[in-house]
Nanobody
Framework: QVQLVESGGGLVQPGGSLRLSCAAS????????MGWYRQAPGKPRELVAD???????NYAASVKGRFTISRDSAKNTVYLQMNSLKPEDTAVYYC????????????WGQGTQVTVSS
């Protein structure tokens, strides 16, 4: 019954910024780890950033200092602020919810395309 809906993707020039949003339905958002993953053509899916229920964050080395993940419990929404975008950031970005209970499946959004190009 959990549904994740991403928004905010699009086409942006190198050096530009985008903010991705992921709105989650259900009651387990506040106790779950939320993450952003991305997958570029010909490359494996990779973790971009995640954030725990307590607000601790983790970033891939390639985006440290440029991207910021945050969450708003009142809105059941996780954000990814992306600054200083590079062409190599081009990918489909997926929102992920990881429940705290062992054996529970992860939930994924449908993905939103981010294209960084001149």
């Amino acid at each position: 019954q959990v549904q994740l809906v991403e928004s905010g993707g699009g086409l942006v020039q190198p050096g530009g910024s985008l903010r991705l949003s992921c709105a989650a339905s259900g009651s387990i958002f506040s106790i779950s780890v939320m993450g952003w993953y991305r997958q570029a053509p010909g490359k494996p899916r990779e973790l971009v950033a995640d954030i725990t229920s307590g607000g601790s964050t983790n970033y891939a080395a390639s985006v440290k200092g440029r991207f910021t993940i945050s969450r708003d419990s009142a809105k059941n929404t996780v954000y990814l602020q992306m600054n200083s975008l590079k062409p190599e950031d081009t990918a489909v970005y997926y929102c992920n919810l990881n429940p705290p209970w062992r054996g529970r499946q992860d939930y994924w959004g449908q993905g939103t395309q981010v294209t960084v190009s001149s």
